[in-house]
């Protein structure tokens, strides 16, 4: 494990990353979802694609690097953008999972892969909806006894500038983003998932002019029992593909 300090706007960022097959040319860059770390992309995949130089990240607030800042999705890669220059190296393939999914596709990597992306936006559920209508009409009794009552599993513990930067990506609409890429993209989903449905694949696959989608069984993290297949099919689909 290694770490590398970026200055992006004025405010320093220690950024913590691992190296897995450190003498090869081609990098693959893996990025991590919201509240994960860097550990599980690398429990999945550090043992495949061993052609490539993998970089395990930790973005900003999770894992073991900091943040004390009020971030969005953008500023996620613009950050990971200068981490990759200070490494001087160019991922022929990026991997994301979920929100890292999002920061992913900003990259514009020759060979996008997605594992269960978000970026589409799905209808909540009654439940969520009175519960977001309850806080509104509670929110004079005070923010904090609040948040404690009302946040979600995703956003417990969280410190006020993460908890902020999770407001700021969770209802990201990226549907212009996917319909901008030009990189072959190759979309691995869990047919179980709840948190980004199936059908939300189908939407981005309509609007990436090159991308395959292939449904896994599974939910959300369906990628740490499927691995090898994932891998196998990007070596495959991706060899093709050059800076």
Request: glycine share 6%.
């Amino acid at each position: 494990m290694a770490t590398k300090e970026i200055i992006y706007k004025n405010n320093i960022y220690q950024l913590s990353y691992e190296l897995v097959n450190p003498g090869e040319q081609d990098v693959l860059l893996v990025l991590h979802g919201w509240g994960s770390n860097k550990e599980i992309m690398k429990q999945a995949f550090g043992q495949t694609l061993k052609a490539y130089k993998h970089i395990y990240l930790d973005m900003p607030g999770f894992g073991k690097s900091t943040n004390e800042t009020v971030l969005a999705t953008k500023d996620y890669a613009q950050i990971v953008k200068l981490f990759l220059a200070e490494l001087r190296v160019c991922p022929k393939i990026v991997m994301g999972h979920s929100f890292g999914g999002k920061v992913s596709t900003l990259l514009n990597p020759p060979c996008l892969v997605l594992l269960s992306s978000s970026g589409i936006l799905v209808p909540k559920p009654w439940r969520v909806r009175m519960k977001i209508a309850l806080f509104k009409l509670l929110k004079p009794l005070g923010m904090q006894k609040l948040r404690q009552i009302f946040v979600s599993d995703d956003a417990k513990g969280m410190s006020h500038e993460m908890y902020e930067t999770f407001k700021n990506v969770v209802n990201e609409d990226f549907e212009a983003n996917f319909a901008k890429m030009q990189s072959k993209t190759l979309l691995f989903w869990g047919k179980k998932d709840t948190a980004t449905p199936l059908w939300t694949a189908e939407k981005i696959k309509s609007l990436i002019p090159e991308s395959a989608l292939y449904p896994i069984e599974g939910d959300h993290f369906f990628f740490l029992k499927h691995s090898a297949f994932i891998a196998q099919t990007i070596q495959t689909q991706c060899k093709e593909t050059h800076l």
